[in-house]
């Protein structure tokens, strides 16, 4: 062999890594930038237009909302006359928090006697911030440390009585 064939052979093995080393570089920092794309997330029973249109007030109970629209995701806090369903358009990127990009509520409301009267759609602007009360209910007993908790039960094991329920 040739030195002059053995110089082209050892340049084309460098470069022959370098690209591959390039290739690895690329691919993999391709991957890392993919892994950090937004998700978005569809939550919630969205219902259709076309079910919407289904509705008629005055006409549907309560069961024919129910065969129409499906199972309420909630329904009111104190009685049984207005559905809600709702459903949401979440996103995040990465580590950050969720971020809400689209909220969308219908209340269906019944009279008193399960007959559809009204649909009403709400949207994020009818929505409000609820304030969360930081009060902690205080709780009865002593505060133990953490050597009472480790030492505290040394000498209360009965050793070989079996016990039949609490005495």
């Not at 709400?122 to 205080?138: A, F, H, Y």
């Amino acid at each position: 062999m040739s030195p002059d064939t053995a110089t082209t052979s050892v340049l084309n093995v460098m470069t022959s890594t370098r690209f591959f080393t390039a290739l690895t570089i690329s691919i993999l920092s391709l991957a890392a930038l993919g892994a950090c794309t937004k998700d978005i997330d569809a939550r919630g029973n969205q219902p259709t237009n076309l079910a919407l249109t289904k509705l008629a007030s005055g006409e549907q109970t309560r069961q024919d909302v129910r065969n129409i629209l499906g199972s309420p995701a909630t329904t009111s806090v104190f009685d049984n006359e207005t559905w809600y369903y709702i459903s949401s358009q979440t996103t995040q990127y990465a580590f950050y928090p969720v971020e809400e990009l689209e909220r969308t509520v219908y209340a269906v409301h019944f009279d008193t006697r399960g007959i559809l009267s009204e649909v009403a759609k709400l949207d994020q602007r009818d929505g409000r911030e609820i304030r969360i009360v930081s009060r902690e209910t205080p709780t009865k007993g002593r505060e133990f440390s953490l050597i009472e908790q480790l030492i505290g039960n040394l000498g209360r094991f009965s050793a070989g009585k079996d016990r039949q329920g609490p005495q």
